[in-house]
């Protein structure tokens, strides 16, 4: 056999299986639960948070013009410094990055 024809065929095949795994993972989304603790840790930042959800099914989004595919979320956080003592927050994050686009005080 010769050498030169092997070591060919093996970069090109390495090359080929790291193209193809570069596409097929730059095209999927980031998991719903990691956007729901990604949200809940930046949240915690201003105060204790007592609950949080979001719907686990990516939906279209426009924001300035642009089109996403997002997840919708929401997070109640406590705070010493209102009334009833708590405070309801809904989310829009980036599905394929993750990436919180918008966040709506209820």
Same mark, same amino acid.
């Given at each position: 056999?010769?050498?030169?024809?092997?070591?060919?065929?093996?970069?090109?095949?390495?090359?080929?299986?790291?193209?193809?795994?570069?596409?097929?993972?730059?095209?999927?989304?980031? #998991?719903? %639960?990691?956007?729901?603790?990604?949200?809940?840790?930046?949240?915690?930042?201003?105060?204790? @948070?007592?609950?949080?959800?979001?719907?686990?099914?990516?939906? #279209?989004?426009?924001?300035?013009?642009?089109?996403?595919? @997002?997840?919708?979320?929401?997070?109640?956080?406590?705070? #010493?410094?209102?009334?009833?003592?708590?405070? %309801?927050?809904?989310? @829009?994050?980036?599905?394929?990055?993750?990436?919180?686009?918008? @966040?709506?005080?209820?």
């Amino acid at each position: 056999m010769n050498w030169k024809a092997f070591l060919f065929g093996a970069v090109a095949g390495a090359a080929g299986a790291y193209a193809v795994n570069a596409a097929i993972s730059h095209n999927m989304d980031v #998991p719903a %639960q990691k956007v729901l603790s990604h949200a809940r840790s930046q949240f915690k930042l201003s105060g204790q @948070v007592s609950g949080s959800w979001i719907h686990m099914e990516a939906v #279209p989004f426009e924001k300035n013009g642009i089109q996403y595919k @997002v997840y919708r979320g929401g997070i109640t956080r406590t705070s #010493p410094d209102l009334e009833d003592g708590t405070e %309801q927050f809904e989310f @829009v994050a980036d599905a394929t990055t993750g990436t919180i686009l918008d @966040v709506y005080r209820l």
